[in-house]
T-cell receptor, first 116, second 118 residues
Framework: AQKITQTQPGMFVQEKEAVTLDCTYD???????LFWYKQPSSGEMIFLIY??????QNATEGRYSLNFQKARKSANLVISASQLGDSAMYFC?????????????FGSGTQLTVLP | DTAVSQTPKYLVTQMGNDKSIKCEQN?????MYWYKQDSKKFLKIMFS???????INETVPNRFSPKSPDKAHLNLHINSLELGDSAVYFC?????????????????FGNGTRLTVT
């Protein structure tokens, strides 16, 4: 079975500063994918970034980057130069063979608040 | 233009009623899903269909019945609604994973249906 743990229920960051949202995972699969999603207060789920288990480099997408430490089974999301619009719920998720047929298994989320 | 659309956006109904939520995707994806997000924001898979065939059916009461008339549609019918069914239900779709990078396809979500059972 696969599991995602997000230990920070809530985080605060000052506008324009960087913030790291923690994610650890548990899987026995050698091959898997890690994903981060953003859910603003309007409710939609927005895909942010993907990291494959065999990727040699950390994934980056604009202001989002993933600090992937495979040996520690962590995939932390780093948001640089935070903006007020980054205030949202952030979910880490995993996909792999033991998750059965390409489903995503989500963590409990981190509520990020960006302060002006 | 909408990629994954689900209707209705809000659904308020009384206990014991039967209701349906519709979902359509125009992305050409072969797999569709239903997820439930509870009041604590936890997202849990309910069902998954691949090319109209059911491939995931998690421990969900059999009052919930998915139906996929074709690859682009996955509807969710709920019988005898209970208070505990109140949640946000998300439809999602995904393409085939890449050959060189398995498990790399993100799910594309609809905007959710907020179901309130009174």
């Amino acid at each position: 079975a696969q599991k995602i743990t997000q230990t920070q229920p809530g985080m605060f960051v000052q506008e324009k500063e960087a913030v790291t949202l923690d994610c650890t995972y548990d899987t026995s699969d050698p091959s898997y994918g890690l994903f981060w999603y953003k859910q603003p207060s309007s409710g939609e789920m927005i895909f942010l970034i993907y990291q494959g288990s065999y990727d040699q480099q950390n994934a980056t997408e604009g202001r989002y980057s993933l600090n992937f430490q495979k040996a520690r089974k962590s995939a932390n999301l780093v948001i640089s130069a935070s903006q007020l619009g980054d205030s949202a719920m952030y979910f880490c998720a995993i996909k792999g063979p033991s998750g059965s047929a390409r489903q995503l298994t989500f963590g409990s989320g981190t509520q990020l608040t960006v302060l002006p | 233009d909408t990629a994954v659309s689900q209707t209705p956006k809000y659904l308020v109904t009384q206990m014991g009623n039967d209701k349906s939520i519709k979902c359509e995707q125009n992305l050409g994806h072969d797999t569709m899903y239903w997820y439930k997000q509870d009041s604590k924001k936890f997202l849990k898979i309910m069902f998954s269909y691949n090319n109209k065939e059911l491939i995931i059916n998690e421990t969900v009461p059999n009052r919930f019945s998915p139906k996929s008339p074709d690859k682009a549609h996955l509807n969710l019918h709920i019988n005898s609604l209970e208070l505990g069914d109140s949640a946000v239900y998300f439809c999602a779709s995904s393409p085939q994973d890449g050959q060189g990078a398995p498990y790399n396809s993100p799910l594309h979500f609809g905007n959710g249906t907020r179901l309130t059972v009174t």
